[in-house]
């Protein structure tokens, strides 16, 4: 019995060891057409990366993305969106000046997006790039929503709710997929995202020191028993 309890412990171990690794770096997207500028530089998202995915319409459930010390990760974007569009600008506006939307013409109305290819049943934080047009769009994942008006940036910083929204804690279900929901905000004339960053929350040092105190038990009453 001892014997499997301590192979089920080191199992479990494992496992939490290979979560963390899978999906410890930020993913960043920055959504666009086919020749727009893809974004360089840190979002608002803490993480020292860099490397973003340009993905556009074409690119949807194809392209798998890196995170953003460029190593692969398994992970790709679906989406109902059909149409997307450019206006870049340099720097931060290359992210927030593109977006992907429902159709063509307007109005531009509310679509999903799909985040698969993720940890089952692992915590995430999201952060959404809204656009730099004045589309106030909301972005919802089950009960939980948040919102970026789409202002014109200024300044060097980000901005909550005027350049991105976020929700925290959010969790895959147990396909490895984060549904989130893209609706015009107050009276907004369409719905847009221009990108998002996903990053993992990190297992709790509690659930290792669980973990280790096991471990040392069962080797205690091994000791015991010699």
Do not use: C
Not at 26 to 35: C, H, K, L
Not at 37 to 58: F, H, L, P, R
Not at 132 to 142: L, Q
Not at 147 to 172: D, I, K, M, R, T
């Amino acid at each position: 019995m001892m014997k499997s309890l301590f192979a089920g412990v080191v199992t479990v171990l494992l496992l939490i060891g290979t979560v963390v690794a899978a999906s410890a770096a930020t993913v960043n997207v920055d959504f666009g057409t086919a020749t727009s500028n893809i974004y360089e530089g840190q979002g608002a998202a803490v993480d020292s990366g860099t490397n973003w995915n340009k993905v556009g319409i074409a690119d949807i459930g194809i392209a798998e993305l890196l995170d953003s010390n460029g190593g692969w990760t398994g992970i790709k974007v679906e989406t109902n969106a059909v149409g997307a569009y450019s206006d870049g600008g340099g720097g931060k506006k290359d992210l927030l000046g593109d977006r992907i939307f429902d159709s063509m013409p307007f109005p531009w109305n509310a679509f999903t997006v799909d985040i698969t290819g993720l940890n089952d049943a692992a915590t995430y934080n999201l952060w959404f790039y809204g656009s730099n047009s004045n589309y106030a769009s909301k972005y919802i994942v089950g009960t939980d929503s948040d919102y970026a008006l789409g202002l014109p940036f200024v300044g060097q910083n980000w901005e909550h709710h005027n350049n991105y929204a976020v929700l925290y804690g959010l969790q895959s279900n147990s396909s490895g997929v984060i549904s989130f929901q893209v609706d015009k905000y107050q009276g907004s004339g369409a719905a847009v995202i221009g990108g998002f960053q996903l990053q993992s929350v990190p297992i709790p040092a509690a659930v290792w020191l669980l973990g280790s105190g096991f471990l040392g038990l069962i080797g205690f009453r091994r000791k015991r028993n010699a």
